[in-house]
């Protein structure tokens, strides 16, 4: 999306937890943290709080739930 100017929300991408979880720092909350890939339409989570985000990250990246 970056590479071509398409237009969308601003977001960032990350392979790291630690660094997906400094990167907070720069979105207002809600914050959305999307898994990547295919997730049966459950990879999306609107997390309304700082911790909230933190402990998706954790699950998507580290847990590895979907």
Do not use: W
């Not at 898994?35 to 580290?62: D, P, R, W, Y």
């Amino acid at each position: 999306m970056k590479k071509y100017g398409v237009k969308t929300a601003r977001y960032e991408t990350f392979t790291d937890p630690q660094a997906a979880i400094a990167g907070l720092a720069d979105f207002d909350l809600p914050v959305v943290v999307k898994a990547s890939g295919l997730a049966a339409g459950k990879g999306v989570i609107i997390c309304q709080t700082a911790e909230e985000a933190k402990n998706t990250i954790f699950q998507i990246m580290v847990e590895q739930h979907f």
